[in-house]
């Protein structure tokens, strides 16, 4: 499979900075394995929206994909509890 090109939001950027490191460390490369495998086991898509989610210990990441443009768009990157709002 052809790797995607992964493009993070800015305000996606300041969420993974404000995490503890070792988990920022955990979703760094959690984000890095979704440019090869862009749905991986255990993600899921979200209701009524064109995003998908993987888990990562308590935190989520939110993205949405282009499969004809081959690119990742990183949405948000937030505890469990408060990504969805």
């Given at each position: 499979?052809?790797?995607y ?13 404000s ?31 064109e ?6 210990g ?6 949405g994909?282009?499969d004809a443009?081959?690119?990742l ?13």
């Open positions: 499979m052809a790797s090109k992964l493009l993070i939001k800015p305000s996606a950027a300041k969420e993974v900075e995490l503890p490191l070792r988990e920022r460390r955990r979703i760094v490369a959690r984000i890095q394995r979704l440019a090869t495998e862009p749905r991986p086991p255990g993600c899921q898509k979200l209701s009524g929206e995003k998908y989610r993987v888990r990562q308590d935190y989520r990441v939110v993205y994909m282009d443009k081959k690119e768009l990183v949405v948000k990157i937030g505890h469990r509890g408060d990504v969805y709002q």
